[in-house]
Structure formats: structure tokens, C-alpha cells
């Protein structure tokens, strides 16, 4: 994700002829499904380990929908030209309401968790996620219209369709997949099955039908082969060593902070312009490719500080609470300050020393 933008902002016209360049850009069309499918598949394990159930699995995660689409909005707020944002310019308007990656997956978690809520049992909501699969590709399928005036009208044509990079018809299909996935195929062997299945599909299709590259992105067909195609990874992916899959564990529950960092650096935000308006497509692979990197290592290296930075606040919250509940014991024992980020636990101890100054030690007679 971060190199294929990033590749596409920077590579010089020769550098995108280049050899190692053209098998890159044959390959980069399983990038957006392979995001789709596994942010669906995490999700699907995600809500296995949680004890809410029914309404309050969908509570527990509407803020977290509520989040994705804050920020999917606010990476394309046009802060170029906010005059026409203002004055309800529709241009504007359709890029501000167009949907992204984020958007689409806010609203693939959504119609995860309405399933998810149902007490049916695993393979009755696999078989619910292929059957809302299917619909999505059928309606991706519709013929475009033009866009309506009206911002409500705008904003429902944009969802599902429009001029949005990542409409919610056909692309929450792949969502809807992976979420299958783990329901349906728990076999390693029957994933692999369908993923060979998918590419079969597609090669018999590209040797046997005319006009086949063509086709658009709704198109079953490419679809399926798709699908197949990522299950294939996911399920070479699965005989990587445990201890690897650990070391690389955290690059994946960085995805969000890293997507987030990594577009308006890349592309611009606002007013601020990005690499591809200052430096622009002229730079040789290895160039664009460390370029790519550096930036991978950034978002990392901020994600772990806004995590660190999340886990203390959340200490100094408790310790207020502590600070709260012991009010009336003034010699409360510190034992609460268990468990919490070792700084914040001194910041107890003291503040509850203080509170109890010259009363007796709860670990130690005077």
C-alpha cells in the first residue's frame, strides 16, 4: 500500500519501464482486494475474542465506524479550495464525499457486526457474508449515472458508486469475502482450493473470451480471480514460522496509523503539498522505493509513540480514579497502582504517600 502509492507519486516514465517495475504494476491490483480481505478476516477474529454479543457487540464497535469514516473524510477535505466547499460548489463536493479505503471498510465493519449480532451459528453467517458478496457485485455491475445536485443525493451516489476511487459497490465484496472466510474454509486445505478455483476461473476466462482485459473492476470474473488469488497468499502466508509471524505482528496492528501518515504525505492534505506535487515523477526505482520505506518507518515509529502516549493518559486516568475512590481512606493501600505503566505507578505511590502522610504503611508496621 505505502510503496504502491508512493512508487505511483515518484517513478520517473523510464524508471516505470523498467523490468522489476512493469512485473510490480502487473501484481499491484491484488493490493486494495489483499487489504479488503484481510481487514475482513481481522474482523471476523476480533469480535470471536469479545464477550459482547447482540446489541452490545454493535455498540462496542460503532465508535471505532464512526472513526474510519471521520478520517476517511477528513483526508479529502479540500482544503484548497474551502470557497467552494462553502458555497456548495459540486466539483468539490464530489471529491470531499468520494469514498476511500477507509470509508469502504467502515462500512464492510458495519455490516460485519449486524451479522455477527445474529445468533446464528458460524457457517449460517459465513454463507450471510458470500450471499452480501454477491449482491455487492451485482449492484457494482449497474450502469452509471450522472451525478445528482443535491449534497444528500450526492453524498448515497457517491457511496455506492460516482466518481469515488472505492465505492462500497462492488469493492465491499472483497470485505465480505474475507470475512467468509474464517466461518466457511477453516481448512487450510479448502482455502487453498477455492483460491485455486478462482485463478482457474480467471485464465480459462482470459484464453476463451474476447475483450476480457477490458472487463470492469465489478466484473465477476476478475473479481473471483482476485479473491482467489489473495486466498492463495493468505494461505501460503500461514506456513510462515510462528516466531516471524510474531515479529511482524505489530507492522499489522500499525495498518491504520500508517495508512493515515502516509497519504497526505505522499499525495498532500489540505493546503500542505505532499511528494507528488513537490518532487513529482521523476525519480529512479530504488530511489522511489527507499523513499517508500522511509516513510513506512516513520508511520511505524509514530504509531508505537501515540500508543505509549495513549497507555500513559489511560494511567494518570486511573490513578485520578484511584485518587478518588480512596478519598475517604486516606491510608489506602497503593496495591491499586498494580498493573499499570510503571511511571504511572509511581505517580500513585506518591500521590497516595501524600494523601496518607504520617498514617501507617500498608506493607510495613511503624
Keep these: 500500500m505505502v510503496f504502491g502509492h508512493t512508487l505511483d507519486a515518484l517513478l520517473s516514465p523510464a524508471a516505470r519501464m523498467d523490468p522489476v517495475a512493469m512485473g510490480y504494476w502487473k501484481i499491484r491490483g491484488l493490493t486494495a482486494p489483499l487489504f479488503m480481505m484481510v481487514s475482513g478476516w481481522a474482523v471476523i477474529l476480533a469480535v470471536s475474542r469479545l464477550p459482547a454479543k447482540g446489541l452490545q457487540l454493535i455498540r462496542a464497535r460503532l465508535p471505532r465506524i464512526a472513526l474510519l469514516l471521520a478520517l476517511g473524510y477528513a483526508l479529502r477535505l479540500p482544503g484548497w479550495n474551502t470557497r467552494a466547499l462553502l458555497s456548495g460548489d459540486p466539483t468539490v463536493w464530489q471529491h470531499f464525499l468520494a469514498f476511500d479505503a477507509l470509508h469502504l471498510i467502515a462500512v464492510g465493519l458495519l455490516g460485519a457486526v449486524l451479522i455477527l449480532a445474529l445468533p446464528w ?111 492463495l497468499i493468505l494461505t501460503a502466508l500461514e506456513a510462515v514460522p510462528a516466531c516471524a509471524a510474531a515479529a511482524i505482528a505489530p507492522l499489522a496492528r500499525s495498518s491504520l496509523t500508517v495508512y493515515v501518515f502516509h497519504v497526505p504525505i505522499v499525495y498532500g492534505w489540505f493546503t500542505f503539498e505532499g511528494f507528488a506535487q513537490r518532487v513529482g515523477p521523476r525519480l529512479p526505482f530504488h530511489a522511489a522505493a527507499l523513499v517508500a520505506l522511509t516513510i513506512l518507518a516513520c508511520a511505524i515509529a509514530l504509531d508505537r509513540m501515540v500508543k505509549l502516549v495513549t497507555r500513559e493518559v489511560a494511567a494518570v486516568a486511573r490513578i485520578g480514579r484511584d485518587a478518588l475512590v480512596q478519598a475517604d481512606s486516606p491510608c489506602g493501600s497503593v496495591e491499586r497502582g498494580q498493573g499499570i505503566a510503571p511511571s504511572a505507578r509511581r505517580h500513585l505511590t506518591m500521590a497516595t504517600l501524600r494523601r496518607g502522610e504520617g498514617c501507617a504503611s500498608p506493607r510495613r508496621a511503624p
Design 121 to 231: 451459528s458460524a457457517p449460517r453467517q459465513g454463507l450471510a457474508f458470500v450471499l452480501l458478496a454477491t449482491v455487492a457485485l451485482a449492484l457494482g455491475m449497474r450502469t452509471p449515472s450522472r451525478p445528482p445536485i443535491a449534497l444528500p443525493a450526492l453524498a448515497l451516489a457517491q457511496a455506492v458508486g460516482g466518481t469515488s476511487p472505492f465505492p462500497v459497490f462492488p469493492w465491499v465484496a472483497y470485505f465480505f469475502f474475507g470475512a467468509a472466510v474464517p466461518l466457511l474454509a477453516k481448512s487450510v486445505r479448502v482455502r487453498c482450493a477455492v483460491g485455486l478455483a478462482g485463478v482457474a476461473v480467471f485464465l480459462a476466462a482470459s484464453c476463451w473470451w474476447r475483450g476480457f482485459g477490458d472487463m470492469s473492476p465489478a466484473h465477476p470474473v476478475l473479481v473471483w480471480f482476485r479473491a482467489g488469488a489473495v486466498l
